[in-house]
């Protein structure tokens, strides 16, 4: 599948030669290493109108590590609240927590929720499993520690945007298997799901902020180190069974190599009776309601996730 900037919604199509030249500079080592750096620049970075903090999370399966955890908490607030783990975007490879601060404060100008969010290891130096433990145990420890960062042990909720999504995905299908936790709902938005790339739309060329090029490149570094057979916590589309699922927030363009994955993902949910809010947005490339921000279909789709996350707040969260 060819994908031409004329077939993006017309608002969109501004971005279009900006956002395949990242493609361009993502997909070598030697450039996705200084991207990197540009973007770690962001570290340490405050949310507007929140308690802001820095944890460190000792890792139980890697000796002297610890996971720098942002921890963000209503102004004012002294009760115990509901908690979110967010997992960043970034192809697994690159990326950051305050990556989504303009996320993290329209979350909480809606509802009253403790944002945590891991600084996860990345596939350049540290592929699967290494992240994906660092996601987990940050999720423990706020089970363990619930007390101390006045947060309510029970009814969490885990959310994250594309290789956020499938670390989301991956995640609650290892907290269902575990039952470690309780999940009120999930949130995996045009989430990373399906490493074999074998749908029509995985194969994506031409597309813009991310391809075909970038995503095996991705998938690659991520999995490199797995002899055998590649797990479902790694590949979540890998995964068959679907029941005991929590209720699932999700959202995707029809015009980015996530997207048949992403439609594969939902209609496996519903079939387990698992219930559901997605919506496709025509037109739309990967990431766009971050990329454009100001576009009509943009503006569209942050309300949609926003009124989809109050809904089931409302609804899943005593």
């Known amino acids: 599948m060819v994908v031409t900037k004329e077939m993006y919604d017309k608002e969109l199509q501004a971005q279009y030669n900006q956002y395949r030249f990242i493609i361009a500079v993502n997909s070598r080592k030697w450039s996705l290493k200084l991207m990197t750096r540009l973007v770690r620049l962001a570290k340490g970075q405050k949310v507007k109108s929140a308690v802001n903090e820095t944890h460190y999370v000792p890792s139980t399966t890697t000796k002297g590590h610890k996971i720098r955890t942002r921890v963000f908490r209503p102004q004012g607030s002294t009760k115990a609240l509901p908690a979110l783990l967010y997992l960043h975007g970034g192809g697994y490879m690159m990326g950051l927590p305050e990556m989504a601060n303009v996320f993290f404060e329209d979350l909480l100008k809606r509802r009253e929720v403790v944002i945590v969010a891991p600084d996860y290891r990345l596939s350049q130096r540290d592929p699967f499993p290494a992240g994906f433990n660092d996601s987990y145990d940050v999720l423990l420890w706020m089970r363990d520690r619930a007390e101390q960062l006045q947060i309510k042990p029970d009814n969490f909720i885990i959310a994250g945007h594309s290789a956020g999504g499938g670390m989301t995905a991956a995640l609650t299908l290892k907290v269902r298997d575990t039952q470690a936790v309780n999940l009120a709902f999930q949130m995996p938005i045009y989430p990373m ?22 995503n095996a490149f991705a998938w690659n570094l991520y999995l490199r180190n797995i002899k055998g057979p590649v797990p479902a916590y790694a590949s979540p589309a890998l995964n068959e069974d679907y029941r005991g699922f929590p209720p699932t927030i999700s959202f995707v363009g029809d015009l980015e190599p996530f997207y048949d994955e992403n439609l594969a993902y939902v209609a496996a949910l519903k079939k387990a009776g698992v219930p559901v809010a997605f919506k496709v947005f025509k037109g739309g490339y990967h990431g766009f309601e971050v990329g454009s921000p100001d576009a009509s279909l943009a503006r569209e789709a942050n309300q949609f996730q926003l009124d989809a996350f109050e809904t089931y707040y409302d609804k899943y969260i005593p």
């Open 193 to 214: 799901l399906d490493h074999r790339m074998i749908t029509d739309t995985a194969k994506m060329r031409g597309s813009t902020m991310w391809d075909a090029n970038i």
